[in-house]
Structures are given as structure tokens and as C-alpha cells.
């Protein structure tokens, strides 16, 4: 299953399906030596090797320094030296082009704070140690790492390689094919100990590598990745990737709830598929993890208007481009798809806008660029905005925005208006991409938390680079979790994700809260964290699904008070607003001893009949000694609004002259098949597969060569599960041909 969030996943029902880290560009880094504005330029070379280029650079400007050489991604060079020196450079035939070498403003130095990991170094245990995380094990499932860094080399203590079964688990080079940064980017979040402070500094850092070149391998790897991690007894495990297969009992769920009943802190990506609901993926629905949306850290966003109007664009900058910087008002012409030939005659000076699609974005740019364009701006050609990058660096800026702002900006272009950006000062908010639940069958709230995750600058092989996605949320709070860790050794991973969860901070949009399925129970604090007294677990509440042609029901969850103070905790539960349709009867007031737990139960009586089909979340709040605590709860009417087939993938069956396809029906289906048509007349072929009445779950089929009932080729393929009326559709074009699946 080729799936893409933070980074991709498919399990062991296929040993050989593939998973993909999605959250790192292959373009150049941040030096190491100096993280100001430097005159340094990359250079590509044409018409001859890396090695010919080299030795003539060097004896035509001998006081040049080549800093870096790259002969995998593209063929070239970072060259520092003196300005006129590079410009001379730049003239030399076979240098096709050079670029500026872009300094990234570093964002690790405003969220490790933000959420309080400053403060907590001043704080000290029981042991009279600053929590710094020192004495825990940390450990890491990703790509590898660059324990050379020298930012991570204090913390690095080892870890495995299951990708090339060692004890070296080191970032595919920058050498070597497929070069990787992702891991070692998160384990900089977590405990850098150099130019940039990690949440943890001090942890002992294991690192086991499941994703091998371009961040690809398979998912019985991330299954032996989290057992090492069962056997080395580590206190806090750090998953940034995940599928987009909503499902609470997907193998990765289950292993990774499996290393928490052995005492693991488990942390993952809740995925970056927003912002619609029910796209958090596997392993972020696993239940007893905690799983980890994105917010902003403080930051300053580029926003778009235009003469004449008063709309908005917010701006996502990609990758390997210049930060977007402009002041004044500017014109904007539009592109098309930004192929070479799609160019208006006069774009000099002006910002292009291109729809996404047909071709790379770096190729967009690239015609852009050579048009004298002063920025770029890519719309979506699906619903929604998007994160991308650039396969090399440039020194224009480049932004991505949604389908839908494109499309109105595309129309207002023929007014020939002008364009100017306003910056805005955010923090708090909630990430476009960052996934949302709640969880398909279990109805259960996710994420749990949220955490910086937008322009987070950390460590990357040989340098550093400001990289956004979950991915970089979720170390975030593995960090925190150890510095809890730290703070109350004796604390179970439920206590733990509990501390972080009653201790949150609740995001609110124009004075009103994000629903707990976006959310969770809010951003993380590391402060209130580790000096909370009074825990309540869970720490969010799912009251299942209810029909609504049904009598009233009562839904009760039990939950524990926990005292971890030393005098009295009480515990009182505020009677919540009054909606229609539900009843609360609630605990009214508990006392709990010192180092004591009771356990009392929740109830909430429900009229179906007020509801209609749909989610209904809210909070219950609870005062106790030190202050509040707020409880996330939801439930669901009838068959609510989620999708009703995901991840479905295609390919060789490990049977001889086979196919393998399957999808996941997170509810099951009333009626589901795969239709074929031939693509040019659009006439109906047959079924692939046809049922009714199929059950919830992976649908895993092999189709031998011999059982088609029609010639092997391409067709367009429609796939569509239908249930309780409604029906959700997938269009691909499907290549039934063993041959050409073979050589792909």
C-alpha cells in the first residue's frame, strides 16, 4: 500500500508493501559552521562529472571552498568564497545555474520554549537533578540518524538498523542513493544539545532505522522496529509516520498499544491529511499512545490580498524556497500548469500563479525562474491546501495555497489587479494539514494532544532546515514525556498521558473552541505537566454510538481519580451547559487521600430522537486543589459522515501469475465492487470484485491470471462501497498487466 502522511505505511497483512517518509525535501541544509547569511552559492554541473568540475573549479579559483558535493539528487556543488569570485563562477560553461544557499530563520528556539521546555530546566526531582531528561531512554522509529551531528552526538547511545539488520542505524547519505534527514530531524526536536536545545537534551537517544533509502521499507520492519525497542526497555517511544487508513485495530495500533502495556511512553503522528475529520491514520488511532496533532508555534504568516477586495489567502511556503518576503504591491499573471510554453510573454517581475498537477513543482519553478518571475504561487487541483517542496533550492519565493483560493484568485487575474502580502502574528492555532478524527468503529477521540508543528527548524545530516508536518509535533511531546518521565519515574504511561493531557491548553478559533476530534484535550505544557497534582484517566471520553430511532440510553464510562499530592485532592465535577437530549449524572464532589485513586463512574442519558445523524462532541470540567481539568468526551448518531473505503492499493500477488489488490472498510458495506471500463470508451467491462453484506476490515484478494474473465490491459477502474445510504467513490486508472507489474 503506497500511502503518504507523515510518513507512508501498509502492515503485515502484505510483507512486501511499502512504507515512505513523507516530511523531508532532498534539497541542500543549513551549514553547520554558521547560521548567518553566508556568500555561498550551490552550482549544477553540465556536460561533465562531478570530479572534472571539481578539479577545474579548484585551480581557476584556488581561494574557493567547496563546501558541499552532491552527485545523487543532481550533480553539483556548495561554493563559499568571495562574491565576485562566485559570480565569475556562475560564467563558467559548465555550470548550468547557481543559486543563492537560503538561511532558514530557526523555529526549535521559539516552540521548545512555547511549550514551556526553558522553564522545566529549572525545575528539579526528587534526585535534585534538573529535568533535562537525563536517565531516560528515549527511542526513535525513522529513517536512521546522523549521530555525528554534533548537536546529537552527547545524546546518541544506539539502537539497530532493521532495514540492513546492524547495529548501525545511520541516515541513508547524502552519498549514497535516496538520501534521508527525516529521523534525524526528529531526534534534533527531541534532544539536540548544541546550537539548537531539544525538548530533552539530555536523554540517552536510541535510534532504530525502519525506512531505508528515500525513506522507503516495509511494514514488518516498523513491526521488528517497535519489538527491539519491547527488548531494550526504552521509557518513550517516537513514531512521526502513519498511514491514512482510519482504524483502531491495524497491526502497528495494536503493537504499538502492546509496547505500552510494557511500560512504553508511546508518542506518534496523528498524520497530516487535514483538515478533514476521520483522516487521522493508523498508527495515531492506537488507544493507549498518545497521538499528536500540529499547532503553530509562535510565528509570523504570509497572507495574501488583493486591490479591491477584502479576502485573505493564507500562504504554506514550500520547501527549499526562498522565505516569502515581499512589501509592495505586485502583479500576478497566470500560468497554467507552468510548463514552458504555458508562460505569458511578460512575467518579469511578477508573482505566476500555477495550478499543481502534470508535472514537478521544482519544474514549475525552474520555467519561472527562467522567466524572470519574482515568485511563485501553486494552487491545489484538490479540495484543500497542501505541503510540498522543492528537489533543489531557489531564491524566489514559492507558496502553496488551497484549490479553492487559486481558483478565485485565477478568475480575479483577468482584472488585471495588483497583489500585496500582509503578515500576521500567529500562535495557537491549529495546522490546515494537521489530521483529524475521531476513530472509525471505536468512535474514540484523536488526537490527544497537539504540538508545534509548522516551520520547525532542527537537525538534519551536515546541517539544520525548518521542516513543518506531525512529524515534528509528535517529538515534541516524546520530549515532554520524558522530562515527566524524568520528574515521576514511577508513573505509568497512562499516568503520563494523562499529566499531558488534563495539563493542556485548549485551542480556540475566533473565541470558540476547536472540537475535541481536531484538538484532543489541546497543546501541550510541559510545566503543568510535571507539577499537576490530580490526574483523571482516560483523559477523554467516548460514549460510542447510539441509533437515533431508539428509546433513551444511558452511556457510562468509568474513570479513575488519581492523588498525587501529598494532603487531600478534591475532586468536583461541574455540571456542564445544558444541551437538549442529554442528561449528565455525574460525581458530584470526591475526596481522595494522598497517593490515593478511586474510581467513580460517568454517565450520560441520552434521547436519541433529539440528534441527527452525525458527531457530537463537548468537555466536562472537573475543579480540583490546583485548578481545572477538562474532559473531552464525544459520541456518535446512526452512521455518521466518514469515508467508507480507504487505502486502496494494487499490485503483484506473491502467488505465481497473480494479482493482489485491497482496501480497507472501516464500517463495512452494504454493496461494494470494483467496476472496469476501457478508458477510451468508457464502456462497461465487467467486476473485478462484487459483494454484498461485506464485513468491516482489511479486504485482501489475489485474482490469478487465468480467473479474469477479460483480456489483461489498462482500465478505468471505479471502486465504491455504499452503507446506510451512503456511497463513497474512488477513480483510478488500474493496470491489469503482470508484465508491465513486474518491471515497474
Keep these: 500500500m503506497r500511502l503518504v502522511v507523515m510518513c507512508s505505511i501498509f502492515l503485515f497483512f502484505m510483507p512486501n508493501a511499502i512504507i515512505q517518509a513523507a516530511t523531508y525535501p532532498s534539497i541542500p541544509s543549513l551549514p553547520l559552521d554558521d547560521r548567518e547569511e553566508m556568500k555561498r552559492i550551490i552550482v549544477f554541473v553540465e556536460g561533465q562529472s562531478v570530479l572534472s568540475a571539481k578539479k577545474k573549479l579548484m585551480n581557476t579559483y584556488p581561494s574557493i571552498r567547496i563546501v558541499r558535493t552532491y552527485e545523487t539528487a543532481f550533480k553539483g556543488f556548495v561554493i563559499e568564497g568571495d562574491s565576485e569570485i562566485l559570480k565569475q563562477v ?127 521499507g516495509t511494514s514488518d520492519q516498523v513491526i521488528a522496529a517497535i519489538e527491539k525497542a519491547i527488548e ?44 478533514k475529520p476521520w483522516t487521522v491514520g493508523s498508527p495515531g488511532t492506537a488507544s493507549k499512545a498518545i497521538s499528536v496533532g500540529a499547532s503553530t508555534p509562535p510565528i509570523r504568516v504570509p497572507y495574501l490580498t488583493l486591490s479591491g477586495h477584502e479576502k485573505e489567502i493564507r500562504l504554506h511556503p514550500l520547501h527549499g524556497a526562498k522565505e516569502w518576503n515581499l512589501t509592495g504591491s505586485e502583479d500576478i499573471v497566470y500560468a497554467k500548469i507552468g510548463e514552458k510554453t504555458d508562460f505569458p510573454t511578460d512575467v518579469n517581475g511578477k508573482v505566476v500563479l500555477v495550478k499543481r498537477g502534470l508535472i ?64 500576521r502574528e500567529e500562535v495557537d492555532t491549529l495546522a490546515p494539514f494537521s489530521s483529524r478524527g475521531p476513530v472509525t468503529s471505536t468512535w474514540a477521540i484523536k488526537p490527544d494532544v497537539v504540538a508545534p508543528g509548522v516551520a520547525i527548524d532542527s ?19 516524546a520530549g515532554a514525556s520524558a522530562i515527566v518521565k524524568q520528574a515521576h519515574p514511577d508513573w505509568t504511561p497512562e499516568q503520563i498521558k494523562a499529566a499531558l493531557m488534563n495539563s493542556a491548553t485548549p485551542l480556540e478559533q475566533k473565541g470558540k473552541r476547536l472540537p475535541a476530534y481536531e484538538q484532543g484535550a489541546g497543546r501541550i505544557d510541559i510545566v503543568k505537566a510535571v507539577d499537576i497534582k490530580a490526574l483523571i484517566y482516560p483523559a477523554s471520553l467516548s460514549f460510542g454510538q447510539i441509533q437515533s430511532n431508539g428509546t433513551r440510553v444511558e452511556k457510562e464510562v468509568k474513570v479513575t481519580l488519581d492523588n498525587q499530592g501529598e494532603e487531600p485532592q478534591r475532586f468536583e465535577f461541574l455540571q456542564p451547559d445544558h444541551h437538549a437530549g442529554i442528561q449528565w449524572k455525574l460525581p458530584h464532589s470526591v475526596l481522595v487521600p494522598a497517593k490515593e485513586k478511586k474510581q467513580v463512574t460517568i454517565m450520560a442519558d441520552i434521547t436519541p430522537s433529539m440528534y441527527k445523524k452525525g ?18 468526551y464525544l459520541f456518535v448518531t446512526n452512521e455518521p459522515d466518514y469515508p467508507r473505503l480507504m487505502g486502496f492499493d494494487y499490485g503483484l500477488s506473491d502467488f505465481r501469475d497473480a494479482f493482489h489488490y485491497e482496501l480497507y472498510l472501516p464500517g463495512g458495506a452494504d454493496e461494494f465492487g470494483i467496476a472496469l471500463y476501457d478508458p477510451d470508451s468508457l464502456r462497461f467491462i465487467g467486476f473485478l470484485d462484487w459483494q454484498r453484506n461485506v464485513g468491516r476490515g482489511l479486504r485482501s484478494i489475489d485474482v490469478k491470471k487465468e480467473e479474469l474473465s477479460f483480456p489483461e490491459g489498462v482500465y478505468k477502474a471505479i471502486i465504491f462501497a455504499k452503507k446506510s445510504g451512503k456511497e463513497d467513490r474512488l477513480e483510478i486508472d488500474l493496470v491489469l498487466d503482470l508484465e508491465w507489474l513486474k518491471n515497474r
Design 232 to 275: 531494550d526497555k526504552v521509557d518513550v517511544l517516537n513514531l512521526s509516520l502513519g498511514n491514512n487508513v482510519n482504524s483502531p485495530d491495524w497491526p502497528t495500533s495494536l503493537a504499538l498499544n502492546k509496547a505500552v502495556e510494557k511500560g512504553i511512553v508511546a508518542v506518534v503522528s496523528s498524520g497530516n491529511a487535514g483538515p
Design 360 to 423: 514537478t513543482f521544482t519544474e514549475k519553478v525552474e520555467n519561472a525562474v527562467q522567466r524572470g518571475a519574482k515568485a511563485v504561487l501553486i494552487y491545489n487541483d484538490q479540495k484543500g491546501a497542501f505541503m510540498g517542496h522543492l528537489e533543489k533550492e531557489y531564491s524566489i519565493p514559492v507558496a502553496a495555497i488551497s484549490k479553492e483560493d487559486g481558483t478565485w484568485l485565477r478568475k480575479q487575474i483577468q482584472q488585471k489587479p495588483w497583489l500585496k502580502t500582509v503578515y
Design 615 to 632: 458527531v457530537y462532541e463537548g468537555e466536562l470540567a472537573v475543579e480540583t486543589n490546583d485548578g481545572v481539568i477538562r474532559l473531552p
Design 459 to 477: 537537525t538534519i545530516p551536515n546541517g539544520y532546515l525548518a521542516l513543518q508536518g506531525t512529524s515534528m509535533a509528535a517529538p515534541h511531546v
Design 90 to 216: 556562475t560564467d563558467e560553461p559548465y555550470i548550468k545555474e547557481a543559486a543563492p544557499v537560503s538561511v532558514y530563520q530557526t523555529h526549535i528556539e521559539e516552540s521548545v520554549p512555547f511549550i514551556g521546555g526553558e522553564d522545566i530546566r529549572g525545575h528539579f526531582n526528587e534526585r535534585h537533578e534538573r529535568l533535562t531528561g537525563k536517565g531516560i531512554k528515549v527511542g526513535i522509529i525513522d529513517t536512521g540518524i546522523d549521530y555525528t551531528h554534533p548537536d546529537l552526538q552527547k545524546s546518541f547511545r544506539g539502537g539497530f538498523d532493521v532495514v540492513d539488520q546492524d547495529d548501525d542505524p545511520m541516515e541513508t547519505k547524502m552519498n549514497q542513493y535516496g538520501a534521508t534527514i527525516h529521523g534525524t530531524h526528529v531526534a534534533g526536536i527531541i534532544a539536540a544539545d548544541g546550537k539548537l536545545k531539544g525538548v530533552a537534551p539530555d536523554v540517552s537517544l536510541y535510534m532504530y532505522r525502519a525506512l531505508g533509502p528515500n525513506g522507503m
